[in-house]
């Protein structure tokens, strides 16, 4: 289903429908986090499951992510003549960046014996929910951000930053919760209830912050649980 979400993205993306990608990218991070819960859950671990994790992560959070950069960056260049002397119709291919260092990403994740509780790098859902929520914004502008989101040299900044933050070596801490006391969660406490209530003060537009806000929890507390 979470492969399946993200061919349907794909296919509204191309279809000039960011927003319907950006919904079904946002089902897909739910399914994708539902499979591994019950996996833990039913004890049911197999080498296929994991390829098939990875394969369909790849899909829904290496080409969604790179197909609506692309798109974003078309978009700002609309009334562009030039963009760093590059043509307009050709640059928007930079935000498929993101989409090859996702598979660099989700290939050193599967080899990478240091990841089984927590991340080395910006998880590739992390990355492609932040992606996906500047379609969201762009449609529910409520805060007059939108002149400032489709900037094509804050675009071009993202997607190298990601990019980067994709294969970093920076320990960030994964949402998986082994029991509910406050000593071996609290970090993740925190963000949730950080989380939370910037959602609902601040709706889509918060989601940038809250995934900035992620990294910066794991590098102030690398200690975690």
């Known amino acids: 289903m979470n492969l399946f979400c993200g061919c349907l993205a794909i296919f509204s993306a191309f279809h000039g429908n960011l927003v319907n990608a950006a919904y079904l990218i946002g089902m897909a991070a739910v399914l994708d986090f539902m499979d591994g819960m019950l996996a833990r859950l039913l004890r049911a671990y197999s080498e296929i499951g994991k390829q098939l994790d990875s394969l369909a992560d790849m899909v829904s959070f290496g080409v969604v992510p790179g197909v609506l950069m692309f798109h974003l960056l078309e978009k700002s260049l609309a009334h562009e003549s030039s963009f760093l002397g590059l043509d307009p119709t050709i640059f928007p291919f930079f935000g498929f960046l993101i989409t090859i260092f996702s598979a660099l990403r989700l290939a050193k994740f599967n080899i ?100 900035a806000l992620y990294i910066l929890l794991s590098i102030l507390k690398p200690s975690y649980s």
Do not use: H
């Open 112 to 211: 990478d014996t240091r990841q089984t509780t927590s991340f080395i790098g910006m998880p590739t859902p992390a990355c492609t929910i932040f992606v996906s929520s500047l379609p969201l914004i762009l449609a529910n502008d409520g805060f007059g951000v939108s002149e400032i989101i489709l900037n094509p040299y804050l675009l071009a900044g993202l997607t190298v930053l990601l990019s980067y933050l994709l294969i970093a070596e920076i320990p960030l801490f994964a949402l998986k919760f082994k029991n509910l006391t406050w000593k071996d969660n609290s970090i993740r406490f925190i963000f949730v209830i950080i989380a939370a209530v910037l959602s609902f003060f601040f709706g889509y537009v918060s989601i940038p912050f809250i995934i």
